[in-house]
């Protein structure tokens, strides 16, 4: 089967949902400013998270999906439905906020924090609080805690949300949440099979082994915590 690949017309819609995309990046910029003046200064939330990350998506990185889809789309005989009027809330990820805390069992807390807040905001959550993990300890917890939960085959571990400010103009944020531990794994797997997955066999298997070993450490930091939860109730 011959390889696809895109024509003259697609090839130039895809400059101009870029082009409109960077045109209006002002409005993604000033939504993750709101967000993050709302976490930092939300006590339920605050006290459980360690960090806080956030960007607007690269537009060489939007041409690269664009083409993505446009190509999957045309495997499969099918249209993408992609347009200017579009744009902004098919292309989930177009701002990107990232909450990253120590361990898991801070998730159930976290969650009720965030939907909270969102409804406090009038924001309207169109995807989520889905858990994506490949570790089963991890998935009966989420379950647990009333978090639906989705495969990971790549071994990729967040918690994610899809939001959408009640504005005249529809765009969203994604929200992802993940341990400390699960972030190490991501931002290595991030650097070498993101755009595009490494073609080095090695290399996947290396980046197997190194999200066993993040989730065993997320593992260790939960009953550190517990231990020592523990320990402080038996002296009062």
């Known amino acids: 089967m011959p390889k696809m690949t895109l024509n003259t017309k697609e090839e130039k819609l895809i400059g101009e949902l870029v082009t409109h995309y960077e045109e209006n990046k002002h409005n993604f910029v000033h939504f993750l400013e709101q ?3 709302l976490f ?9 998270v360690h960090s806080m990350k956030w960007r607007v998506k690269d537009p060489a990185h939007l041409r690269d999906k664009l083409a993505r ?5 045309k495997q499969l005989n099918k249209n993408a ?7 902004f809330y098919k292309i989930n990820d177009l701002a990107g906020f990232r909450i990253i805390h120590l361990y898991t069992h801070q998730m159930d807390a976290i969650n009720k924090a965030l939907l909270a807040l969102f409804a406090e905001e009038r924001y309207r959550l169109r995807e989520g609080p889905i858990a994506r993990t ?3 300890e991890s998935r009966e917890y989420f379950k647990n805690i009333g978090i639906k939960t989705q495969t990971s085959s790549s071994m990729y571990t967040s918690v994610h949300y899809v939001i959408e400010p009640n504005r005249r103009t529809r765009y969203t944020c994604e929200i992802q949440v993940r341990t400390l531990m699960e972030e190490v794994w991501g931002e290595v797997s991030h650097k070498v099979n993101y755009p595009q997955p490494t073609t080095s066999v090695a290399c996947s298997e290396q980046l197997k082994v190194l999200a ?3 989730s065993s450490c997320s593992r260790l930091v939960d009953s550190i ?3 020592d939860k ?7």
């Open 35 to 37: 967000l993050l003046s």
């Open 230 to 236: 523990d320990h402080r109730g038996s002296l009062s």
């Open 69 to 73: 889809k446009l190509l999957e789309a």
């Open 134 to 136: 490949w570790d089963d």
């Open 212 to 214: 066993r070993v993040t």
């Open 225 to 227: 915590f517990r231990s």
């Open 40 to 48: 930092t200064n939300a006590k339920t939330l605050s006290k459980h």
């Open 81 to 87: 439905g992609l347009n200017k009027e579009n744009l």
